[in-house]
């Protein structure tokens, strides 16, 4: 009677096995880290539902999104061959080709553009004209996770030779020789410090820069912008490297061919107002290497 039950519990673990084995086959799973489930998982859907209904004759039967909490839990659902896709920021995606075994498969035209910068602007009776007389003064970043509102700055301004140092809030006063930083959690908040003086300078991306809505237009006479970075990739479409290659190129034909249809414009817009994929004009290698000098300057931040 034992050996009948045991018998019985191992042909029913094998067959969940098989089932749980044919699922992952038969399914293409699409991720990103945010806090932001509901929203992000509304934005994702349609587009990766989009992309199983072309794969059909693959033998793609399913779309599935599985979001992640933080990059550790993204890593490991790549390992372990739960995710097949990802979209994400430079920075983040270059952490993924490094731990996860993802490649970078394609650049996204969010929100209508396909790159970004980041400018530091001060005002223009401050006496600043350069990053360099920033040293014993405090300039305003957005938040802690923000590409251009905080890492693609900072590792310009490293790269430069100086030295940053965090500080509690503004009214902090850094060492002379050093640049103190504060987070203002918002670019109105960053543009009215600057603006009111309580800060020396602030970070903004061109596009926020030359937005009404978050620099007023009463504002832009007393403004001047002293640095501006190289552009970056609104975001990248990330795709695992030990993927079928065949799957691989026809997953790539999808997306590079989205904006030509009516529905894949429609889910590609929900995607961050996403209007195009494409890839990098000098090759997605050399794209890499140019992200990977300024990932060096905030890697801790990332792989902490």
């Known amino acids: 009677m034992l050996h009948k039950r045991t018998s019985i519990l191992i042909l029913v673990f094998v067959f969940l096995f098989c089932a749980n084995l044919e699922a992952a086959q038969n399914t293409i799973t699409m991720s990103k880290v945010t806090s932001h489930f509901h ?8 587009l990766i539902t989009y992309v199983a209904k072309q794969l059909k004759h693959m033998g793609i039967k399913k779309a599935k999104v599985l979001l992640a909490r933080n990059n550790q839990a993204l890593i490991e659902f ?3 061959a739960k995710v097949d896709l990802v979209t994400e920021t430079p920075f983040s995606s270059i952490l993924f080709v490094k731990k996860a075994g993802m490649k970078i498969l394609l650049r996204s035209w969010k929100e209508g553009v396909p790159s970004y910068h ?11 004209d ?29 790269r430069e030779g100086l030295e ?26 960053i543009v009215h410090w600057v603006h009111k003086g309580v800060v020396a300078g602030g970070v903004l991306d061109n596009l926020e820069y030359q937005n009404p809505e978050k620099v007023p237009v009463r504002f832009l006479p007393d403004f001047t912008i002293i640095y501006a970075t190289e552009d970056v990739p609104r ?12 799957l691989q190129e026809e997953i790539k034909r999808i997306f590079l061919n989205m904006k030509l249809s009516q529905e894949g414009r429609r889910v590609m ?14 090759g997605n290698e050399e794209a890499l290497k140019r ?14």
Not at 294 to 304: A, I, L, P, Q
Request: charged content about 35%; aromatic content about 12%; some cysteine.
């Open 78 to 80: 790549v390992k372990e």
């Open 291 to 304: 992200f990977e000098e300024k990932y060096t300057f905030v890697r801790e931040e990332f792989e902490k």
């Open 269 to 282: 817009w929900k995607m961050s107002k996403t209007i195009n994929f494409d890839e990098f004009p000098e």
């Open 130 to 158: 350069s990053i360099d007389d920033l040293k014993g003064k405090v300039i305003a970043f957005e938040d802690p996770g923000s590409t251009t509102g905080y890492f693609l700055p900072k590792a310009a301004i490293m």
């Open 235 to 246: 975001a990248l479409i990330l795709i695992r490297r030990n993927m079928d290659p065949q």
């Open 39 to 46: 929203e992000k998982y509304q934005e994702l859907k349609p």
């Open 118 to 128: 980041s400018v530091i602007f001060v005002r223009k009776s401050s006496g600043i």
């Open 164 to 189: 940053l140092v965090e500080l509690n809030n503004y009214r902090e006063k850094p060492p002379s020789d050093k640049i103190g930083y504060c987070f203002a959690k918002g670019e109105v908040n």
